[in-house]
């Protein structure tokens, strides 16, 4: 493929977010176009704390969806684990708000949208358990991650039905988006293997 490598690589932490509503989730933009990191805002007392991870008014302010029909859970045993890159194809594109729920991950998105000003680039963030950030991949951008740790649980809510007649993909290590994985693939599936590189 003819696709110029470009990236982002951010660890989420501290940032100057502009926060949105009643100052219980700051949504920022992530990079790619309408690709956004949702950071919480603890509430912390001697319990330890409470957080909200999404608001219907919050999200919609910010433009990002608010209806979700599918939730699903990722259990992976060894750190080094990469699952990817995936995506649904049209007429039923998903979009997916994922978060890391223990453990650490390297979460990726690579945008495979003709005519977005960010195609062919990608965007990686680690994401963990301490500070609970999600990230919203809108629909037809391709997504993946690897572990950073072993026992890594990573928690996902889908804009659309999974639909495997729709289900797709592109190769983790495809050399065209030159994705830089933090980490030796340790395992991945003979699927994921297989998949083919991106045809522009």
């Known amino acids: 493929m003819a ?44 319990r330890g704390y409470f957080a909200r991870t999404f608001c219907e008014r919050e999200f919609s302010a910010a433009g990002l969806p608010v209806r979700f029909v599918q939730c699903s859970v990722s259990v992976n045993i060894r750190k080094g684990t990469v699952r990817g890159l995936h995506f649904q194809r049209a007429p039923s594109p998903e979009g997916k708000l994922v978060t890391c729920a223990r453990g650490r991950i390297f979460d990726v998105a690579v945008d495979i949208r003709p005519g977005s000003p960010t195609y062919c680039h990608w965007a990686g963030f680690e994401l963990n358990e301490e500070d609970k950030t999600l990230l919203y991949i809108p629909p037809g951008v ?23 007649d729709l289900s797709d ?10 994705i830089r994985w933090p980490l030796a693939a340790t395992v991945i599936s003979e699927k994921d293997r297989s998949l083919p590189d991106f045809v522009k």
């Open 3 to 46: 696709c110029t490598p470009q990236n982002t690589i951010d660890s989420i932490g501290s940032t100057d977010a502009s926060r949105i509503g009643l100052l219980l989730v700051k949504i920022r933009e992530a990079g790619l176009m309408g690709l956004f990191l949702v950071e919480i805002e603890r509430r912390p007392d001697e």
């Open 142 to 164: 391709a997504h993946g991650f690897q572990t950073l740790e072993d026992e890594a649980v990573v928690f996902y809510q889908m804009t659309e039905f999974y639909r495997p």
């Open 169 to 178: 993909g592109v190769r983790w290590d495809d050399p065209g988006f030159a």
